[in-house]
């Protein structure tokens, strides 16, 4: 499941320095093929504890966890819609990303030069989400006469089309990005034919000095980027991505005395990599055997055939049951037979949907 979100801001944010957290935190090559599809991809581990505690109870040869990718999406400045900078470069790379991760500078620093000459997150914040509407106003522009034309002669799908595109022009034109509109079930499928930019979900995370770890809400330009965020339902993140690039230079045991030592119990990367994954409508299930105990990624809403398909193409077209109990009752049983003895084990049909923590058995016939 290629998922990806693109990590954007403006240059000297921190942005390029959290990247490089990613990178070197990133996935065992045993397990994932790390940095080898493209030189802006980072594949991590998906955190979970669950996978642990799965695996304290089946004991099994391996463990695998679940992965996501981060992409680096090419710096930007004012003027990017118009080709400004990298501007181009920019676009065509966050069309290609379903989520965008916005790192925000929260601290002040005489030895790094802001690229405006001095720190203010919602002006930066401000400077990118207009490039992105500048760009999807072009877009929508551009198809507006057309749809326009065919919508006088009654087109049915023209005229739903037209309606939406005004909205959006609207939108646009006030300064507002497509995801702060309302749109009907119907409309929904319309918009995100239009591959907008503005639609796609974002988290804001806010790179703060590391003097700022422990007390992120005391930070005045946090504040001010977490009451920004909440006006358009968003997430925010706090992170120190110096920190972050320590961190991912230890092994597990260094990194937890580390952690330990600056008094923090998670650290920001992997509350990022969670964030990340959520906004995506990213869910989480098990398989669990004494080969493996290993995590699968699929969306939420997920019917249990297509959830076996993840794992190979077969167990979909073949699919039976799925011999399903929830990570709760099975470690509250302790273990698989004693799960089963409880009724806790449940045997699922096709229009099962598939819920977040499920244990799977999948049984199917080919």
Known sequence: MALTTGIVGLPNVGKSTLFNAI????AESANYPFCTIDPNVGIVEVPDPRLQKLTELVNPKKTV??????????????????????????????????????????FDDENITHVSGSVDPIRDIS????????????????????????????????????????????????????RSIEFTEEQQKIVKGLHLLTSKPVLYVANVSEDDVLSPDDNPFVQKVKAFAAEENS????????????????????????????????????????????????????????????????????KAPQAAGIIHSDFEKGFIRAETVSYNDLVEAGSM??????????????????????????????
């Not at 990178?23 to 990133?26: D, F, L």
């Not at 400077?127 to 057309?146: G, P, Q, T």
Request: hydrophobic fraction near 40%; include cysteine.
């Open 235 to 302: 997430e925010v993140i706090v992170v120190s991505a110096k920190i972050e690039e320590e961190i991912a230079e230890l092994d597990g045991e260094e990194k937890a005395m580390f952690l330990e030592e600056l008094g923090i119990q998670e650290s920001g990367l992997d509350q990022l990599i969670r964030a990340a994954y959520s906004l995506l409508g990213l869910q989480t299930y098990f398989t669990a055997g004494e080969q493996e105990v290993r995590a699968w990624t699929f969306r939420k809403g997920t």
């Open 23 to 26: 990178t070197q935190a990133g």
């Open 65 to 106: 966890p679940t992965a996501f990718e981060f992409t680096d999406i090419a710096g930007i400045v004012e003027g990017a819609s118009k080709g400004e900078g990298l501007g181009n470069q920019f676009l065509s790379h966050i069309r290609q990303v379903d989520a965008i991760s916005h790192v925000v500078r929260c």
């Open 127 to 178: 400077v990118i989400n207009l490039e992105l509407i500048l760009a999807d106003l072009e877009s929508v522009d551009k198809r507006f006469s057309r749809v326009q034309k065919l919508a006088k002669t009654k087109d049915k799908e023209a005229v739903a089309e037209l309606e939406v595109l005004e909205k959006l022009k609207d939108a646009f034109e006030n300064e507002k990005p497509a």
């Open 337 to 366: 037979a004693v799960a089963k003895e409880r009724g806790k084990v449940r045997l699922e049909g096709k229009e099962y949907v598939v819920q977040d923590g499920d244990v799977i058995h999948f049984r199917f016939n080919v």
